[in-house]
């Protein structure tokens, strides 16, 4: 069974910052991208960054300069630094594994996983 694990949310003042990381366990063969979105309250979910196994990274406007994506491809781990944050990023926070590529027993599978989310609060 393929689980995508999120650790490192939490609460920081505004101005502070938090490292997000997240592990896709299970019998991975492939994985083509990972990355995170975000749910702000009464929002819809949407894209904070992603990056490929080959290490192109894709940032929303918003997050440019002052969060980081990174991975570690051995490791089948994302992370995400979060820098100068403001209430404003307060939201549930979910890693995303696309392209993957994985085995149950004998059977070869694809598809793509969400993890369970990790709430990030920030204080005025």
């Known amino acids: 069974q393929v689980q995508l694990v999120e650790s490192g949310g939490g609460l920081v003042q505004a101005g502070g910052s938090l490292r997000l990381s997240c592990v896709v366990s299970g019998n991975i063969v492939r994985i083509n991208a990972m990355g995170w979105y975000r749910q702000l309250p009464g929002k819809q979910r949407e894209l904070v960054a992603t990056i490929t196994t080959g290490g192109s990274t894709n940032y929303a406007d918003s997050m440019k300069g002052r969060f980081i994506i990174s991975g570690d491809n051995a490791k089948n781990t994302v992370y995400l630094q979060m820098n100068s944050l403001t209430p404003e990023d307060t939201a549930v926070y979910y890693c995303?594994?696309?392209?993957?590529?994985?085995?149950?027993?004998?059977?070869?599978?694809?598809?793509?996983?969400w993890g369970q989310g990790t709430q990030v609060t920030v204080s005025s």
């Open positions: 995303y594994a696309g392209g993957l590529g994985y085995l149950r027993g004998s059977n070869y599978y694809t598809g793509d996983r």
